[in-house]
């Protein structure tokens, strides 16, 4: 039969790279846990009018890159292509603003679009991220920014600068939209199909386009940055202090407006120069007035969510390994019955204490189990025949530094737990 091959833009994450994945995920819990921050998880599918509302019509996301489906019912469903939306419809939903405000929450997720598949872009990724619901403070904003930046420290990546921008509020953006639309308006004719649609809708969505005529025409535009209201610029500068005060390094960059429609006052990017054209590791920003758009009251809201198979790209760019656990303490290396069955009473009280234990299957001789032990890593190995259990004495070797110790099979656990601080 032929062989079934995955969907295109789709990746396996194989259990010789699973680890690093783990390791990461749980320094970001970690951090999270350090912060406040709890996870929430919603579904993998959403009513499409979620992603509609919470991400904006005339974004690349919802008007070319929705898996979007009927599902039995006739009901029009999507696999959801980012997280907010969904964490804001459930927020309002379950009514998370009477409980302790403001709300802080993180997600670890799959998303799925359908984009051109290349090296950071797929269509089945993963995105972690934050959304903080109910803060309007410039603070805010600024603790945002520094838990991925904290997150990069911490796992030893110096190489990802921070852009921000501030795309003000729709007072500010509705004098830029008259500049931008005068602006664009003698180059119409060459904008690409989908930004001559924007025009009139949604000009800052040209900025965010990703052809590169586009991306030439919008070159000179004029700047949101000259059009803040008083009240957008005060934000902006406290922002900027407050990052300062964290020795937060950032770089001023007014073509970002990010590629969701929610975002208002700040917003922001991290990226990489070393991974290629697809260098936005991270992006976020404010989204006041997204509950209400899903029938709450008007809670504040801020988040920023990253790709996972970027940071991980990244990280490998770094030469950084992160270190794995090891998956396996002691291999039981049994030899013919009776040890097997031994073994398995001592694996069960090894299991019980906390270590991790396996032993052979298939029954191979000493030296193919051996050589099964170094190939997955085992720390230790004890190999158990008939002279051994009558003795009650067995050998325990150190694979790391091949040192071999006799030791009382009722002192096993702590002879490897002496061999494993080593
Ligand atoms: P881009 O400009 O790269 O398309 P975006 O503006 O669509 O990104 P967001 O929707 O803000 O990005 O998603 C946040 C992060 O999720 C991105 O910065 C990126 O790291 C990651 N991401 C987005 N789309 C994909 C994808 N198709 N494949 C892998 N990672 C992605
Ligand atoms: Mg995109």
Request: net charge neutral.
């Amino acid at each position: 039969m032929a062989q079934i091959t995955a969907p295109k833009g789709t990746q396996d994450i194989l259990p010789k790279e699973s680890g690093r994945w783990q390791k990461a995920e749980s320094i970001i819990r970690e951090l999270c846990a350090q912060y406040g921050f709890k996870e929430i998880r919603t579904p993998v599918f959403e009513h499409t009018e979620v992603f509609v509302r919470g991400v904006g019509e005339t974004t690349d996301v919802v008007t070319k890159e929705m898996y979007t489906f009927e599902d039995k019912g006739g009901r029009s469903v999507t696999l959801r292509p980012e997280g907010t939306a969904g964490i804001v419809r459930s927020f309002v939903e379950n009514g998370l603003f009477n409980e302790a405000l403001p709300t802080k929450l993180y997600y670890m997720i799959q998303c799925f679009r359908y984009a051109k598949p290349q090296k950071g872009r797929l269509r089945e990724f993963h995105q972690f991220g934050l959304e903080l619901f109910g803060a309007p403070d410039p603070l805010a904003d600024a603790t945002i920014i520094s838990l991925p930046y904290r997150l990069f420290k911490k796992v030893g990546l110096d190489g990802i600068h921070l852009e921000l921008n501030s795309i003000g509020c729709r007072e500010c953006r509705g004098k830029y939209r008259e500049a931008l639309i005068s602006y664009f308006q003698k180059d119409r004719e060459q904008l690409c199909p989908t930004c001559q649609e924007r025009l009139m809708k949604n000009p800052m969505r040209i900025l965010d386009c990703k052809s590169a005529i586009c991306q030439g025409i919008a070159k000179d535009a004029p700047v949101i940055t000259d059009y803040l209201c008083g009240d957008c610029s005060d934000h902006f500068e406290a922002v900027k202090e407050y990052l300062s005060l964290m020795n937060i390094e950032y770089h001023i960059n007014p073509r970002i407006v990010r590629g969701l429609d929610y975002y208002n006052r700040t917003v922001f990017e991290f990226v990489s120069d070393q991974i290629g054209a697809q260098g936005t590791v991270c992006g976020g920003g404010r989204y006041d007035g997204m509950t209400e758009q899903f029938g709450g009251g008007n809670h504040s809201g801020i988040g920023f969510a990253m790709g996972m198979e970027r940071f991980m790209l990244v990280l490998e760019q770094a030469g950084i390994t992160l270190e794995e656990d090891c998956g396996c303490d002691l291999f039981i290396i049994p030899l013919g019955d009776r040890a097997c069955k031994y073994a398995v009473g001592l694996t069960d009280r090894l299991l019980n204490e906390g270590a991790k234990v396996q032993y052979d299957l298939l029954r191979r001789s000493v030296k193919a189990q051996m050589k099964y032990a170094d190939k997955i890593g085992a720390a230790c190995t004890v190999v158990l025949g008939d002279s051994e259990l009558d003795a009650g004495v067995a050998t325990i070797k150190n694979m790391k530094n091949g040192e071999q110790k006799q030791i009382a099979l009722n002192d096993l656990n702590k002879a490897l737990l002496e061999e494993l601080s080593k």
